[in-house]
């Protein structure tokens, strides 16, 4: 039995490093980083205007940036990762919302040099559950930058830390 259950173990996490290498590459380019979902979480928001929540991840570069205060202009090597659901009410909770299905997982990538015509970020989206890359061609950054621009001088980012107690 235990054999078994090992063999059933192995299976299931090679399906699961199988799927995370068939996860292609943004339109641009941009690799997907793969296991963003051990990332900490630097933030939470929720769009009224969509009916989504979400989640926003960041790299150890973005969590010791954002833990600083250190965000406007965010330094180079952070990844800012957004993971979105559309929302429902809580089962036993009507006052609640929860997560619902499955909207995207969206990247913000800072290199200044790198990704200098697009005002220092390599901007990268995958839709679904099966993480399909968003877009035609790269220029649908100039999306992604069109809708930042009201936050150009926070450094075209959305995201408000969350601050936490000092222990």
């Known amino acids: 039995m235990k054999k078994i259950s090992a063999v059933l173990v ?21 690799e997907f980083p ?18 989504t929540l979400r989640v926003i991840y960041g790299n150890d ?3 010791k940036a954002a833990r ?3 965000t406007n ?26 997560p619902n299905k499955f909207v995207h997982a969206e990247f913000m990538f800072k290199n200044s040099k790198k990704y200098a015509a697009t005002v220092g970020w390599g901007w990268a989206r995958w ?10 061609d790269a220029s649908f950054s100039k999306k992604c930058i069109a809708c930042h ?7 075209w980012v959305f995201t408000t830390p969350a601050s936490l107690p000092k222990l």
């Open 10 to 30: 192995l299976f299931s996490l090679f399906q699961l490093a199988s799927f995370a290498e068939k996860i292609k590459p943004a339109v641009n380019g941009i």
């Open 34 to 51: 793969h296991g963003y979902q051990n990332w900490r979480v630097i933030s939470v928001s929720h769009r009224v205007d969509n009916k």
């Open 61 to 63: 570069a973005a969590i």
């Open 68 to 70: 600083a205060g250190k």
């Open 73 to 98: 202009p965010w330094p180079d090597g952070v990844i800012i990762g957004k993971v979105v659901w559309k929302q429902t009410k809580a089962k036993h909770w009507q006052a609640a919302i929860v």
């Open 127 to 136: 839709k679904g559950l099966d993480q399909k890359p968003f877009g035609k």
């Open 149 to 155: 621009t009201p936050v150009k001088k926070n450094d």
